[in-house]
């Protein structure tokens, strides 16, 4: 097998040369570029790359973690990611962590063993490992989270505007006749501690309403679990008017719930959902619901990781936010004139 010797030899060049080809391409000469390449090209020459990273102190590698991998946000932004590293000279570890802190953790210290430069990481719900993501900047991985954040977090971020998505779903309900409104899924500190119904209070009361404690639950965002919650919702004496899912995962749950109650949409309950999931408009009504721009977040994610880790600038924070865009496609209509009858 070729090595680094055989690749200068070749190309007439010294050892050090050849590494820098590598390394630094941009520090070369294109001629003496050129003349690296079409050695390594004609001797199948392959870098080991690990050993040079380890030498280095780090990798070439960045660590990617989300929430639950089989929901079509996160696949969209893992491969929006991919492709950005990809097109950078980076590879990608992807991890999945359930929304659970215990294994998110466990993929932290694979992350850490395997000396990454930057982790994109879209936090897991219940007790912080903000410390050991502390220790691994300190160590010298440049953190980014996605999506969600830990509070009093140091790092950067990349989110979604929560906070005016909410706002302008609730005004939306509320301007269509809706007083009636149930999210599905209520804020708690540890189990739920999203922006989302953490902010809808605050929407509901911008728009002169509260909150109808009869709705409150604290549920795990799946599609199983707001399934469950939708039918306690509609067998209440009063249920709602209209639904506030919080992701499309959730939509897809309170969906099959409403159909299996026999409750049309939108003449008996309306149901407003975040998410653009290709299902979303391929149902009957097609789904409203409140677009995340999940290809820019990915993009941009990478950009603020790179640029910190090739400038050597592991302190830089940089937060960015981006709107979410409302579609309207049938599913929200003003309520039902003698409001929405108890399915028991």
Not at 304 to 316: F, H, R, S
Request: hydrophobic content about 40%.
């Amino acid at each position: 097998m070729a090595n680094i010797l055989d690749v200068a030899k070749r190309a007439g060049v010294a050892p050090t040369t050849a590494k820098r080809a590598i390394h630094e391409p941009h520090r070369l000469a294109p001629e003496t570029l050129a003349r690296v390449r079409k050695a390594i090209e004609e001797l199948g020459y392959e870098p080991d790359q690990l050993a040079g990273s380890l030498r280095r102190g780090r990798t070439q590698t960045l660590g990617l973690m989300v929430g639950n991998i089989i929901e079509p946000f996160f696949a969209a932004l893992i491969r929006s990611i991919a492709r950005q590293v990809r097109a950078r000279g980076y590879a990608l570890m992807v991890a999945d962590s359930e929304y659970d802190s215990a294994i998110e953790l466990q993929h932290l210290k694979m992350f850490r063993g395997q000396r990454v430069s930057g982790l994109i990481i879209r936090s897991a719900f219940g007790s912080p490992n903000l410390d050991y993501l502390v220790q691994m900047h300190k160590r010298g991985t440049y953190i980014l989270e996605i999506d969600h954040f830990y509070p009093n977090s140091p790092f950067s971020y990349v989110m979604l505007d929560g906070r005016q998505c909410v706002f302008t779903g609730v005004k939306y309900l509320y301007d269509l006749g809706h007083r009636r409104i149930a999210t599905l899924g209520d804020y708690h500190p540890v189990i739920t501690p999203d922006e989302r119904s953490r902010v809808f209070p605050e929407a509901m009361q911008a728009v002169g309403l509260a909150p109808i404690p009869e709705y409150q639950r604290v549920i795990e965002r799946s599609e199983e679990a707001a399934y469950h919650l939708t039918l306690e919702l509609m067998r209440l004496p009063e249920p709602p008017t209209a639904l506030f899912s919080l992701t499309g995962s959730e939509a897809a749950g309170a969906f099959r719930a409403l159909k299996e109650l026999g409750l049309r949409i939108p003449q008996d309950v309306s149901l407003l959902t975040f998410d653009n999931y290709s299902w979303t408009a391929l149902v009957t009504p097609p789904l409203d619901v409140i677009e995340q721009p999940v290809e820019a977040m990915g993009q941009v994610a990478v950009e603020i990781v790179l640029e910190a880790i090739e400038n050597q600038d592991l302190d830089k924070v940089v937060r960015k936010r981006f709107p979410g865009r409302l579609i309207r496609r049938g599913s929200c209509a003003p309520p039902p004139a003698q409001g929405v009858k108890s399915r028991v």
